[in-house]
């Protein structure tokens, strides 16, 4: 998992909790990388599941909600990371359209050897769009915070709901509709 993930996980921890929280979860989590993290690197996946449980048992937060909390402030980070791919876009349903042909393939251009989820859309109008969410890593409650936050990012809202075509939430099919 690429080392921008962790560095906003972390500041997203710091602002919602307190540099303690911090301390604390990566002092009572082992991680190989001490809790050091470049946004140019690259981590071991369980090392992000680790922190994110260890944040859940010290604020007594079901991990799903703070994986869907970090979704909501991971969007702001990457696309203050890399302006140039939100620039592209003038409506959230147009961005959530090219997550898998436009913006993760410049991803892959930026980070080789980033480990992305795909996106297979379904069916889109005018004011609604559905696909199914596949990753091995099952974070599709992230992918519903990101979601969420992009139609925030257009000063807008939607309607987003979800249901788990595999249990352990590695296939999650999400139906998008946007309001007003
Ligand atoms: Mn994208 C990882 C969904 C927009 C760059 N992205 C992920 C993951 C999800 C995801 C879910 C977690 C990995 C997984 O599930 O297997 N991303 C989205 C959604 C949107 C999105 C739903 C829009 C809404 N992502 C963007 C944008 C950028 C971006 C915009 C950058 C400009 N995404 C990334 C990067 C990763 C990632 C970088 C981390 C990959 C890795 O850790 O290897």
Known sequence: MKG????EFLEMVESKFGLETVD????????????????VGTY???EMVSLIT????????????????????????????????????????????SIEDHIHVHVKKLYPDAELPTFKILDKTDTSISMIYSS????YRLA?????????????????????????????KFNITQNG
């Open 44 to 46: 071991d996946f369980n």
């Open 4 to 7: 921008i993930v962790f560095t």
């Open 144 to 172: 519903h915070g990101l979601i969420e936050k992009a139609f925030e990012h257009f000063n807008g809202s939607a309607d987003i709901t979800y249901e788990l075509i595999k249990e352990d939430g590695t296939e999650v």
């Open 54 to 97: 260890g944040l859940s048992d010290e604020v007594n937060i079901p991990v799903d909600d703070l994986i869907y909390t970090f979704g909501l402030y991971l969007f702001t980070g990457l696309a203050n990371a890399h302006p140039e791919v939100i620039k592209s876009y003038n409506s959230p349903l147009g961005l959530l359209y």
């Open 136 to 139: 091995s890593r099952g974070l």
């Open 24 to 39: 604390n979860i990566i002092e009572q989590t082992n991680l190989s990388s001490e809790g050091v993290y470049t946004s």
